[in-house]
């Protein structure tokens, strides 16, 4: 069926050409009461429905304006119907049987409603889809609302029509007056708020940098605290540096001395000379132990000491921990128990670091072990991502009391006590053990109960593990 192009107002529909639709009320268009009585009932029907008043005389208008039109080309019809749902909508529709409506009218019309105009030949039909505003009622109540509506009677005169129009034009221009006023009251709250803002941000900008000034004094504050610290560390650096190489030197002289007065070649000398020379050697031994222990320490906190990773087979090493203890402190009854030296790789790792780590904390366990055992097991580890190396150290010595577990890692701290009778030491073991174990990347962990003994856990990554070679040799006690 050929159909003229539908003139569309927002939102407007595609129009599809069929019979006539189902209605509500219907009115006859063919003089100008009639088409006076289609506007008044169609600002009726629309106020009955809920439609805003500026919504209202949009319809009314768009209707008079077809009617109008159609007063010189011929009668038409027009239907009121409604819809319900989730948009409820009002349908109005003109149809006619001869005669289209002329396009400046169509043009005005599609400008306040939407429209939808569908002609066959002579006949065609022009429908409004007008949506309404929720209101809770079926198609029926609304459509009885419609009816109730359409069929009040109305003054036909053409002066009551123009009068009509007339006082809905100053109403119309009453609601835009107001919604006018209303734009200017909300332009100026607009413009009061926008006002706070600006001052809302210039007090925050001028606290941000007010702010930022405190920040970059403390930046500055703190950079000159950093350099502080940094120059007090190198100087301690230098400081122990020093010491340790000035000490060094006649400390190795006495050392030399004492040996040499006791060899056999020198002159001989009495049991009591002897004893005296022995204690000038140990205490000079004591101190040279000290002055290297320091120079590590520093080393390694300084970051002087690297990292040489390399094949590490640990059964050589457990022999070698094994009979320098056994010999230092085999005598005092105390059971030295080593893992079975067929169950140890060989890993990669720094062995010297390793060593250093393994022997402060075996000399901490027998030097404060009286009775019972020390016993260090080995194991390599694959939970993780890559294998680690687990070491444990347990003794059944005094232990450490629980207030003093937290402090046994400082430099030069060592626990009070009567154990600490007859045992010597310059309290850098533990820290020297923790700051090498940290180098190497790994933890330490010390438990322990007085009275019952300590342990201590290594945990270190491995990198890898080589074969275990010959199986031989086993667990030493």
Known sequence: MPADSPRQGPGALVAVAGPPLPTAASLALAS??????????AQRAAAALGLEQQDQVRLATALSELGRDRLGRGPGTVSFRSESGEQPTLVVTLEWDRGQ????????????????HTSDGARGRVSIRQPLPANGLMADDMDDRLVRCLVQPDATTEADFLRAQTRDLVATLEETRAQREDLRRLNRELEETNQGVLALYSELAKELETTNIGVLALHSELDEKSRQIREASEAKTRFWTNISHELRAPIN???????LLLDAGSEPVSAEQRQQIKLIEASGQTVLSLVSDLLDVVKAESGLLDVERGPVDLRLLVTQLSATFEGTYGGKGVCLVTPDLRD???VITDEKLLTHVLRNLMSNACKFTDEGEVRLDVAVTEDGPSPSLHVTITDTGVGIPAAEIGRVFEEFYQVRGPHQSGHAGTGLGLPYARTLTELLGGTIKLTSTPGVGTR??????VHGQGDHGDETGGGTQ
């Open 32 to 41: 100008a009461q009639d088409v006076f009585r289609l506007r008044r009932g």
């Open 253 to 259: 002289s006495v050392v030399a001395l004492a040996r």
């Open 344 to 346: 140890l790789p060989t």
């Open 456 to 461: 201590v856990e290594v945990l270190l990554p």
């Open 101 to 116: 409506p002329t396009p400046e009218v169509l043009e005005l019309v599609s400008r306040i409603v939407a429209i939808e």
